[in-house]
């Protein structure tokens, strides 16, 4: 099992660029999530993912967009890059929700100039 | 609206001591599950811990253990005989069905371990 895999590791984008974060998970589960990583602020939800077609807003879910069309895929939209977007991203998932243990993708490391 | 706090942002102790984390949150419900992850210098996030709040007993994982003292509303790690590989930062966890059961985490606490 390769586990939570996310693409790019690193990336570099212009203020009003578009991108997609990529995160796939080969162990079935239905839980998925995205969060982002500040200096000396933890984890932070931007979109969840109970299941193939349902998706819901985290904690800061403003300048994203999700979709979940298969088990396995759970794409991260930026639709106009901020600076303000700088940050590491983490793809996750688990069997069911937060309950359940956490498997966590090499994150995402995006500078937005 | 619950919160998790870690009061450390770092600490550092000395290769074979014992070291603890602390952790408090709050919440209103009674029943609720605690977690510690590990995220070393390799980015890499992993579970440390769970305890679940129903449950009186501390977790422990090898040399890993919890004080989980649910009146006080505290969560602490404790991590014996450190090693240099548990250089890390560690966040405290937290979730309930007030939260959706959606984490929230603490901002966590940089363990550096010494030779």
């Known amino acids: 099992n390769a586990g939570v895999t996310q693409t790019p590791k690193f990336q570099v984008l212009k203020t009003g660029q578009s991108m997609t974060l990529q995160c796939a998970q080969d162990m079935n589960h239905e839980y998925m999530s995205w969060y982002r990583q500040d200096p000396g602020m933890g984890l932070r939800l931007i979109h969840y993912s109970v299941g193939a077609g349902i998706t819901d807003q985290g904690e800061v879910p403003n300048g994203y967009n999700v979709s979940r069309s298969t088990t396995e895929d759970f794409p991260l939209r930026l639709l106009s890059a901020a600076p303000s977007q700088t940050s590491v991203y983490f793809c996750a998932s688990s069997l069911t929700s937060g309950v359940d243990t956490q498997y966590f993708g090499p994150g995402t490391r995006l500078t937005v100039l | 609206a619950q919160t998790v706090t870690q009061s450390q942002p770092e600490m550092s102790v000395q290769e074979a001591e014992t070291v603890t984390l602390s952790c408090t949150y709050d919440t209103s419900e009674n029943n609720y599950y605690l977690f510690w992850y590990k995220q070393p210098p390799s980015r890499q996030m992993i579970l440390v811990i769970r305890?679940?709040?129903?449950k009186q007993q501390n977790a422990t994982e090898n040399r890993f253990s919890v004080n989980f003292q649910k009146a006080a509303k505290s969560f602490s790690l404790k991590i014996s005989d450190s090693q240099l590989g548990d250089t890390a930062m560690y966040f405290c966890?937290?979730?309930?069905?007030?939260?959706?059961?959606?984490?929230?985490w603490g901002a966590g606490t940089k363990l550096i371990i010494k030779p």
């Open positions: 305890q679940e709040a129903y």
């Open positions: 966890a937290f979730t309930s069905a007030d939260s959706n059961y959606q984490l929230i």
